[in-house]
């Protein structure tokens, strides 16, 4: 099976909407998947910029599936249905 990536947006608007507690990803990815995920700092995924107002940020992006108004719990949720799916 190929490594789960998972690219947590760094830039400064998902930083502000919340994306600051994303960072526990760091530990909660590598003490639950081992090495079959991967987390991954990204710049600015250019997904804040395509309609500010009604921007869903924080986004985190799991392989090429991409995670609005991300949460904890919400990337895990993503991360187990793609590993489901690779089964
Ligand atoms: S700052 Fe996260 S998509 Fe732009």
Redesign the pocket.
Known sequence: MEKISVKV???????V?G?ANLQELNDIIPKKYGDKVEVLP????????INWEYSK???VKVNDEVVSEATVEKVLEEINKQIAHNL
């Open positions: 947006c760094t830039g400064t608007t998902c930083f909407m994306g990204s710049n600015c995924l250019g997904l804040c910029s940020a924080p986004y």
